[in-house]
Structures are given as structure tokens and as C-alpha cells.
């Protein structure tokens, strides 16, 4: 069964960092595109950032210098640090497989920033 577990989130004032956590079972991690997604409130859901299975990132323009993807293999899991937050961030915060066939999703974790 394949499942994705976040966790991390929580309220920060404006300015602060947070470290989300995503941890993967039931699939092949280490050759898995890896997304964080985030949903604001009355809006859609958007793309934060990306990882490859080799370690290429990408992400949205509005967290560029201030958040950072990253993976490790060994413990199969994908992380977002989110520094210098503004209250534009606060939002459910999704972690995404691509698997060959289909994508799975997380259950979220709820980000708030306070101004």
C-alpha cells in the first residue's frame, strides 16, 4: 500500500522557518519524482517545489531564495525548509509522488503565518 506522511506543520510568525516532512512507503523512493504542493485558502491547490529521483529541483517563483526541497533515499522521505515565511504561505502543504501510472497524494499539514 502506498502511502505519504507529512508532518511539521504549524503556526509561525512572519519571518520564521518551519521543516516539513514527508514520509514514503510502498513504493520505490529512490526513482520517484517527489513534489510539495500547498492550498490556500479559497484557492487552488499550486505547485511549491519539485525533486527529481536524481536530485534536479525546481520551484515556484514565489518561493524562490526562501524555501528548499531536498530528499534522502535512505530514509525515504522528502523535506521542504521554509524560511523567512510571510503570511501569503499559510496554506495545507501536500507532498506528491509521480508514480509511472498515477500520482499519490498526502494527507497534508497545515501551515499558518501569522503577520
Keep these: 500500500q ?3 506522511v507529512e508532518s511539521g506543520g504549524g503556526l509561525v510568525q512572519a519571518g520564521g522557518s518551519l521543516r516539513l516532512s514527508c514520509a514514503a ?3 520505490i523512493f529512490r526513482t520517484t519524482h517527489m513534489r510539495w504542493y500547498r492550498q490556500a485558502p479559497g484557492k487552488q491547490r499550486e505547485l511549491v517545489a ?3 529521483s536524481g536530485g534536479s529541483t525546481n520551484y515556484a517563483d514565489s518561493v524562490k531564495g526562501r524555501f528548499t526541497i531536498s530528499r534522502n533515499n ?3 522521505s522528502v523535506y ?3 524560511d523567512s515565511l510571510k503570511p501569503e504561505d499559510t496554506g495545507v502543504y501536500y507532498c506528491n509522488a509521480q508514480l509511472p ?3 499519490v497524494w498526502g494527507q497534508g499539514t497545515l501551515v499558518t ?3
Design 2 to 4: 502506498v502511502q505519504l
Design 25 to 27: 512507503s510502498g513504493i
Design 50 to 52: 519539485g525533486i527529481s
Design 74 to 76: 535512505v530514509k525515504n
Design 80 to 82: 521542504l525548509q521554509m
Design 101 to 103: 501510472a498515477r500520482e
Design 113 to 115: 503565518v501569522s503577520s
